[in-house]
């Protein structure tokens, strides 16, 4: 919406939320210290805030005064109740649509901006619908619900919002969607907008995280088959990207992929394909998380093996909290379950990230800072400095792709270490000649040692 605003000066963005702490971390003056860190937000922002682009708790009165309302809230999978484990949970979605339906005022386009399951517009239209006829309306409320899903990733938001591969716009009211086309046609050029029907916009969404994520699942998998075999990750991944038909994009090898998205966008899939009784469509996607899970207990299993089967007291440095580099999300990150295997093996790790904050690993971990697990006695804190790390520790491992640690001195780090030493590189980015001279083992994604 920032970008919209950016783009349109003209067109006043209001962003409403109800929950005040997180407006006024939205309004606070000091840039640096807004709730999401994201390369170019803060610039976006100081441009445009108080001018066209507005923070605000007055939900009645932004919604009174909008022509066109963005549902832009959570769609988490559902923990409870019917698809607990696999359907998106769309409360949200359905008390922002009630919301609309009771403020609005004359003729409101609502646009669904979440990643919801195929016909979510339905329902939203079912609520507005309604409002038309249930006793407190006001006759001359109309609506337009059309779909617009998002396809920015995060650590890219603003480029990608800048200069998006495509911007889809779905429904079956022309006029709706062509307002909102030339909104976008301000900066972005008109062959990249595409407009669809509404359902085969919201399945496209779906379909794009699943294909995106299962191109990870797949390098994953062969990670593990180079490492075996002694092939090398990257000249296959090389020697198969060079093909245009497959490309060189979203190739790399990893701990496993994280991120708000991927996981509950395929689980939501998997439902839908079983609501239709399409089983066999189902469990091929459903293999995607598998090996996704897989990826991430088979980095923490080979980490303990290496140690003979105990970190029982072996002190280990964590570089990377974040699920990718350039954002402090920690959400599903890999980092969290590698991590928890092995405080839960005993082992006291030194956990770095140049974003999170220690309070948000502390929520993930579940176990506090300096805690000792009774039954393993494994505990964990944070460094906020690596010229800061104690000595004597027995591995480093590279879970997020910070260029932060490519640039580390690691011939001090390395000098820190007692042998013998390991340095685990989930992401290949660490340069292996300096790890050559400091006699220290060395295990990297997709290749064997
Ligand atoms: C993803 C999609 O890329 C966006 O298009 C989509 O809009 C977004 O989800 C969403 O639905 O909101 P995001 O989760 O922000 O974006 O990040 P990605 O860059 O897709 O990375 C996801 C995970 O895959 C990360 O953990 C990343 O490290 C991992 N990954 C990605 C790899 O391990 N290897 C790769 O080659 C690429």
Not at 26 to 39: A, G, H
Not at 65 to 84: C, R, Y
Not at 220 to 241: F, R
């Amino acid at each position: 919406m920032a970008v919209i605003s950016d783009n349109c000066p003209d067109i006043d963005v209001t962003l409403v939320d109800k929950d005040k702490n997180k407006i006024d971390a939205w309004n606070n003056k000091d840039l640096s210290k807004l709730p999401i860190f994201e390369p170019g937000l803060k610039e976006v922002i100081s441009r445009n805030r108080g001018k066209n682009l507005f923070f605000s708790c007055e939900i009645k009165q932004s919604i009174q005064e909008a022509d066109m309302v963005f549902i832009s809230v959570n769609t988490p999978t559902k923990i409870k109740g019917l698809g607990a484990g696999y359907a998106s949970d769309l409360k949200w979605v359905e008390s922002s649509a009630r919301l609309v339906a009771e403020y609005s005022e004359g003729h409101t386009i609502v646009v669904e901006k979440s990643t919801v399951p195929v016909r979510t517009a339905e329902l939203i239209q079912e609520i507005l619908g309604e409002s038309k006829t249930g006793i407190n309306s006001k006759n001359n409320k109309t609506f337009s619900v059309i779909s617009s899903p998002e396809f920015l990733a995060e650590g890219t938001a603003i480029k990608d919002l800048e200069n998006p591969d495509r911007v889809l716009i779905g429904g079956s009211d022309k006029v709706s969607m062509n307002l909102l086309k030339e909104i976008y046609s301000r900066w972005i050029c008109n062959e990249k907008i595409l407009l669809t029907n509404v359902w085969s916009s919201e399945l496209s969404k779906l379909i794009a995280n699943a294909f995106l994520a299962q191109r990870v699942s797949s390098i994953n998998s062969i990670s593990a088959l180079c490492e075996s075999t002694g092939a090398n990750i990257h000249e296959v991944v090389k020697a198969i990207g060079s093909d245009k038909r497959i490309g060189a994009k979203f190739l790399s090898p990893g701990p496993g992929f994280g991120g708000s998205c991927f996981k509950k966008d395929i689980l939501n899939l998997v439902y839908l394909c079983r609501y239709y009784k399409l089983e066999e469509t189902a469990n091929y996607w459903e293999q995607v998380l598998f090996i996704n899970y897989w990826q991430k207990k088979r980095i923490s299993s080979l980490i303990i093996e290496k140690f003979f089967g105990t970190v029982s007291n072996k002190k280990i440095l964590i570089l990377g909290f974040s699920f990718k580099c350039n954002t402090n999300d920690t959400r599903e990150s890999p980092a969290i379950s590698i991590s928890k295997d092995l405080i839960d093996n005993g082992a006291q790790l030194f956990i770095n990230d140049p974003k999170v904050q220690k309070e948000q690993i502390e929520i993930e971990l579940e176990i506090k800072e300096f805690e000792v697990d009774e039954l393993s006695l494994g505990s964990w804190n944070f460094i906020n400095d690596l010229d800061n790390v104690p000595r004597n520790i027995d591995a480093i491992i590279v879970l997020t792709e910070w260029k932060e640690y490519i640039g580390i001195n690691w011939e001090k780090l390395c000098s820190k270490m007692r042998r013998p030493a390991w340095i685990f590189d989930t992401r290949n980015i660490i340069p292996k000649e300096v790890i050559k001279e400091s006699n220290i083992n060395y295990w990297q994604v997709g290749k064997s040692l």
